[in-house]
Structures are given as structure tokens and as C-alpha cells.
């Protein structure tokens, strides 16, 4: 029986675990709060600030597990690279993780290193280095934490006006103990998608099919599979997610985000793990992005992926705070034809949260999302 460190237990924790419980696996669930989505279905579970680098290493020492998983970014990354010293392996890689949880290594990696084409960008540790990186960059353009998730913390700014509360919104949201932001050239662009990449210990590297996403706030909305793209779109997006995954090395499924325009497919940001928009996965298909991802960690076969056709996800947002709440709302939500609720099992809310997800397939993709915003909509958050 392998075991699992999982660094990380929100929603994206919760389903890797259920594909680990079904093969085999003995999962410790770790986040900073108790009761943690994947903390209520794993063998075991310890709460632990994991930017502190001494308490993540004693529970590794502790635990002895066989693969560290991490599943957020708020992780003291230098600790994982010690521990990869000594012995522990740490998905896909300690650097890879390094790497991508921080966008100023990321993008550096990406546009210095391998020149792959990505918004034009400058990084700021200030108000006042932030309103010279704007200067620099030019209106409109985009403001995000070097570190955060979800997209929380993010901003555009369409006027100067607006820079000091972006600066206040992004230091308020960002994750890790360095306030540091990185400003974007503002990308016109037709749409946005995830391009999930899978790196195999044995075989070569795997792909899913695009996923298109909407956002607000930053943050993704719904999402659907397949992502209308060209063959050169698809090809240039495949292209550019094996040349910077295979740089970064490691075993495991990437979330690789690409800005598509009418002429240019531009690199976006990479997460070394499953990808909130790839929940989508969870209908559209016979292997999940979470059973991707651990066959790929264990180094199992991945056979012909068999899609059931158009598929899209919707979220289920909570709206304000609250200590504790129910639902209602459900039987109506599944009662239509192909499709599904998941909720996440988050013992409290606040505004913009995710709570659940309403997964839907259809004939065509219009249908396929109108069925999954439906679903979401249904469902309704009782508030305590």
C-alpha cells in the first residue's frame, strides 16, 4: 500500500483522494484548518501551518510517506527540496514545485528560458514600484499575487485611480509571507484554456483534451470540454506545454493555461497538479484529471482516454460569510438528464467561495453548459 502526503485538502484534494482510496492507497490529509474537504474521507489527517518549514518536515519524518502530493501554493517550498535531499519524493519534483508556485520563477522560466511567447510583465514589492511596473507595462494590464490561487487577489486596471486598491486587493488575497505582485500586459483574447498534460514515468507524455473556461474575478466560473480550437492552435498549445513540462521534469498530470488570440496561442501560467477548470473531467470522461494524476504518480498504464462527449462544469458560489451551512435545492439540481452535483463539504462560507460544482454533458456544448449553469443554479446555500 503506498502512502500519500497530501499537502493541500480543499476540493481538488477531495477527488485526488477518492482515486487514491480506490487503488489502494493511505492518504494523509494536511491543511492549515481542520475538517478540510479531503480530511473527511482520508485514513488520516493533521492540521499544520505548511509554510512552516520544521513542522512539514517533522510530519514527513513522522508519516514516511512514499509520494509528498502538493495541492496548493501556500507550502514552504525550500523545505520540500530538503526533503527531496533526503530521500522523499515530492510530485512532480520539489523544484517543480518551487518553480511554478511562485509566477516570478515560472514566468522567468518560461519567456527567458525557453522563450515560450507570453504577456509582456514586470514584477513590483510596493505602491510605489507597482505605479512604475504600470508605467512600464501600460493601461489596461492586469495585477495578480505572485502567489495565490483561484485567482484570488486579481485585478485589471483600467485607470490609475484604480492602482492602490488593486495593490491593497492583491496583498489582502496573496499567499506566502512575501508581498510581491506581477503586472501583465492586458492580452485581447478570443478565449482562454487549460491544457492538461500528463507526464508518465513510463511512455511518453499525454494530453486531455482542451478545456475552455470563463472567469470573473479571476476566478473560473464554468468551464467545457473540448475548447473549440484549429489544428495550429492545438498543436502550437501541445508544443509549447511538453517543451516547458519537460523541462521542469517530474511525474504527473500540469495544468497548462494559454491565452488563445486570432494569430498567437500565448503561455499563461502552469500548475504542477490538477486544475480547478479540469473538474469538468469528472463527466466528460473514462479517467479524471485526479486518476490521470495518480496513475501517472504511481506509474501505472493510462489507457485510451474514452470521451462521452460535450461536457461543462459550473460552480456553486456562496455569497456572503458563515459559519456553518446546509443545501437545498439538489434533487431538483440532478433531476434533469446527464448531470451531476458535487458538493465540497466546506464547513463554512464566505463571499465568492466555492461550495460545489454542477457538472453536466449534452449534445453540443451550448447545451452542455446551459444544463451545468442550470444545475449550479439550483442548488442553494442555507446560511447559519
Not at 492507497?25 to 493533521?46: G, T, W
Not at 514584477?123 to 495578480?144: N, R, T
Not at 480547478?276 to 479517467?287: A, C, K, P
Amino acid at each position: 500500500m503506498k502512502k500519500i502526503m497530501l499537502l493541500g485538502s480543499g476540493e481538488l484534494g477531495k477527488e485526488f483522494c477518492i482515486s487514491a482510496q480506490r487503488l489502494g492507497c493511505h492518504v494523509l490529509a494536511v491543511d492549515r484548518y481542520e475538517d478540510a474537504p479531503a480530511m473527511q474521507i482520508a485514513q488520516e489527517s493533521r492540521v499544520i501551518n505548511m509554510l512552516d518549514g520544521e513542522q512539514l518536515k517533522k510530519l514527513a519524518y513522522d508519516f514516511k510517506p512514499d509520494f509528498i502530493v502538493p495541492e496548493i501554493e501556500a507550502i514552504r517550498t525550500e523545505m520540500l527540496i530538503e526533503l527531496e535531499n533526503e530521500g522523499f519524493e515530492v510530485i512532480p519534483n520539489a523544484e517543480a514545485t518551487y518553480l511554478t508556485m511562485n509566477r516570478i520563477e515560472i514566468r522567468n522560466k518560461a519567456a527567458r528560458e525557453l522563450g515560450l511567447r507570453t504577456a509582456n510583465y514586470q514584477f513590483a514589492q510596493s505602491l510605489d514600484e507597482l505605479k512604475d511596473a504600470i508605467s512600464e507595462i501600460g493601461i489596461p494590464c492586469v495585477v495578480k499575487p505572485i502567489m495565490s490561487s483561484s485567482g484570488k487577489g486579481q485585478s485589471t486596471i483600467k485607470d490609475r485611480s484604480q492602482i492602490e486598491e488593486a495593490w491593497n486587493y492583491a496583498c489582502e488575497n496573496m499567499r506566502g509571507d512575501q508581498p510581491e505582485v506581477i503586472v501583465e500586459e492586458f492580452i485581447e483574447f478570443e478565449q482562454e484554456i487549460t491544457l492538461l498534460t500528463i507526464r508518465q514515468r513510463e511512455g511518453s507524455t499525454r494530453f486531455v483534451r482542451p478545456i475552455g473556461h470563463r472567469q470573473e474575478r479571476g476566478d473560473y466560473q464554468e468551464s467545457w470540454i473540448p475548447a473549440q480550437m484549429n489544428d495550429y492552435q492545438l498543436k502550437q498549445a501541445r508544443k509549447m506545454a511538453k517543451k516547458i513540462t519537460d523541462h521542469i521534469g517530474g511525474y504527473g498530470l500540469f495544468g497548462v493555461e494559454f491565452f488563445l488570440t486570432k494569430d498567437e496561442v500565448i503561455f499563461s501560467e502552469l500548475s504542477p497538479r490538477p486544475h480547478d477548470t479540469g473538474m469538468v473531467t469528472l463527466v466528460s470522461q473514462s479517467l479524471s484529471e485526479f486518476d490521470l494524476h495518480l496513475r501517472a504518480i504511481l506509474g501505472l498504464p493510462i489507457p485510451q482516454i474514452t470521451y462521452y462527449g460535450p461536457s461543462a462544469s459550473a460552480v456553486i458560489l456562496a455569497d456572503r460569510d458563515s459559519e456553518g451551512v446546509t443545501y437545498s435545492g439538489i434533487s431538483e439540481a440532478v433531476a434533469e438528464n446527464k448531470t451531476e452535483v458535487r458538493i465540497f463539504g466546506k464547513k463554512t462560507s464566505r463571499p465568492f467561495r466555492r461550495m460545489g460544482v454542477a457538472l453536466a454533458r449534452g449534445e453540443n456544448l451550448d447545451q452542455a453548459i446551459v444544463r451545468a449553469k442550470g444545475a449550479a443554479e439550483k442548488v442553494k446555500i442555507n446560511y447559519r
